[in-house]
């Protein structure tokens, strides 16, 4: 007898999108759709098409470019939303609607100002109305945890009956407790009629961390779609952890008796690439995919890890694309080398990537003496692609001074692409502080760095750094990433990113910045 299928609808696009520190470009929203696809999820909700024309656009690149999964969109039950939603939608190959309202009282009242009865009509209404752009329609209940049990059966009932084919019951505020879902989830599936013939879907916050804990209870009840995200992104506290759930799923397929169709050997790249794109670093200890997530230090655990794996290891390190090998390729490494050994990492090279990947390989190989897998990686994940001018930085000098008499100093030559270049000095708190400084006389513009995250990639004194930098330039927010065996250079790198995203930004003329 084979397990159950339970969909995995992965909202990192939406709901993890949508949460500060999160928002990714056009471009990078491609990646990871790229990467979802690669890992093989049901469902990608790529977007609200209604919420900003970024959103439409995004959502538009997602649904014409990735074929295979499912591409959903999200939307409010007023007909302009679902039409958005139905336009962004149409290049998709196959493609979803999903259609939300909420339900329990405090929002009825506060938010909508709505009767029960009117709540039910707005629902059934949206429901028919996305029926007739798309076949495919989800519709879930906003805040369903905490509605009145009675007419949560009621409003799934009528929106059944409108022709949805999902049905989500979200946790929208992270409240309820894993066999307060089980019993929940059981009891729709008991008591409305017509459930048996849609999908019940879980959607779950971390607010009180127990995400994870009650999407897999929400299966043990009937649920057969989890909605989750990558990292466990998401508003707030975040959404269930994909891979988190999914290898619950996988290593206690014994307890749950279900299966998904991830291939899981891709979760540690997909999990490093959203890290890298949007400057998150994922900690040490995370379940799954942190850095000690396999890593046995205790001498009694090194022991038996070496006597036989099963001892301390309830997973395998592969299944989840963790590498046994760490030294990779040296500057004698050719195209075919470093594409090969990237698809053994779990990523797959966009050709258009290839050429900037191999300069910097290269380079990197020059400058240290040996090169891992995870500058391999850091490498790709971090190529945002996006190394466009208008400016390119010729020649930078920074001192920096610990006890001295006056602020550290930065001196820097940018060149723009119409030919001319500028050389300026800023001083600052620190090296980071004079650069911006320097940045700001040579450009004109004014710059607030809002986050910095560093981290080493690899081992060894001549370990490259990765600078991930989150600033506003003119008050628009823009993200950026460096990376160099020099730590400041890597600092410099992201922030011209920055400083040349907001430029070209600001070059276009204001109709076309959607
Ligand atoms: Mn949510």
Redesign the pocket.
Known sequence: MSNDRVLIFD?TL??GEQSPGFSMSLGQKLRIARVLSDLKVDVIEAGFPAASPGDFAAVEAVASEIKGPTIAALCRTIPADIEAAARSLEPAQSSRIHVFIATSPIHRKEKLGMSRAEVIQHAVDGVRYAKTACTDVEFSA?DGIRTEREFLAEVLQAVIEAGATTVNI?D?VGYSTPSEMKELFSWLRATVPGIGSVCMST?C?DDLGMAVANSLAAVEGGARQI?CALNGI??RAG?CALEEVVMAIRTRANHYQVDTGINTRKLMAASHLLAAVTGNFVPRNKAIVGENAFAHESGIHQHGMLAAPETYEIMKPEDVGVRASELILGKHSGRHAVIERARQMGYELEPGDVPDVMKRFKALADSKKRVFDADLEAIIAGNTGDHRGPWTLGWLSVVTRINGESLPTASLTLSNEEGTSVTQTGDGDGPVAAIVHALEKATGMEITVKSLAMRSISLGEDAQGEASIRASCDGVEYGGHGLSTDIVAACAEALLEIVNRAARQQSQPKSSAA
């Open positions: 909202t939406r709901d906003e979200p929208t959607h916050h909605e998401g508003e959404n």
